[in-house]
């Protein structure tokens, strides 16, 4: 999976998602407001975003991420992120997000563990706010193929779903100084999760599953849990 993330965060810029990653930036950033967090893990961070709005209000922020790329991209711009899993990160917070179907990329036994972790990384009373894919985010939305030609870099994209899995392959073409193409090839692989698979996560509470459209009708839910004292 490292190699497909890296090749990802290269041709991130590549797959037109601005608009649709401040949505989502700004839709988790008011679901936050009534909880008030001074403190905040985010998962998947990216190249640190949603963090930089969450230090405009005030809260400290901690990020993690996958990818290599993505956490230089953050460092050199001093936040404070790193490469490394959760349970590798030091303290508890008031808050930890997943944003942009950062879950969908565990398995079924990946994200129970994932979300054991959860619960031990989140302060008493803590929230956990995090995106999936619907069924029909999936199967309507993502399938199919898209390309994008900038000349010196050439991208394809072309995904599939079946077995309640959505497998993309992404294939990119890169000029090199001797003028030649030099292809790179990588699959990531994501999961289709039911909501239920979070109404009984010992030490979380789902208080809200919010499905909203991000693409297309409702192909994303919106979840929020709570720690349970």
């Avoid at 949603?50 to 991420?65: A, H, N, P, Y």
């Avoid at 790329?69 to 997000?97: P, S, T």
């Avoid at 072309?158 to 030649?180: G, H, Q, V």
């Avoid at 292809?183 to 999760?193: G, L, P, S, V």
Wanted: hydrophobic share 40%; glycine share 6%.
């Amino acid at each position: 999976m490292s190699k497909a993330l890296e090749l990802y965060a290269k041709v991130e810029h590549l797959l037109g998602i601005e608009e649709a990653t401040d949505k989502l930036h700004h839709l988790f950033l008011g679901e936050l407001e009534e909880f008030a967090p001074k403190t905040l893990l985010d998962v998947g961070c990216g190249r640190g975003g949603f963090m930089k709005l969450m230090q405009q209000e005030g809260v400290s922020c901690v990020g993690i991420d996958a990818s290599e790329v993505m956490v230089k991209e953050c460092q050199d711009d001093n936040l404070e992120v790193y490469h490394k899993n959760i349970d590798e990160v030091e303290g508890c917070f008031d808050a930890i997000v997943c944003i942009f179907d950062v879950l969908n990329f565990f398995d079924q036994d990946s994200l129970s563990r994932f979300l054991a972790s959860v619960v031990s990384k989140l302060n008493d009373g803590g929230v956990f706010l995090a995106d999936i894919n619907s069924l029909s985010g999936f199967r309507d939305v993502a399938v199919g193929c898209m390309s994008v030609d900038e000349g010196d870099e050439f991208l394809v994209v072309d995904a599939i779903y079946e077995d309640e899995k959505l497998i993309t392959t992404f294939s990119f073409f890169e000029k090199n100084d001797k003028n030649c193409y030099i292809k790179t090839k990588e699959d990531i692989t994501q999961y289709f999760h039911k909501t239920r698979s979070f109404e009984r996560v010992e030490g979380l509470k789902l208080l809200q599953k919010l499905p909203f459209s991000l693409y297309d009708t409702k192909d994303k839910i919106l979840l929020i849990l709570k720690k349970s004292v």
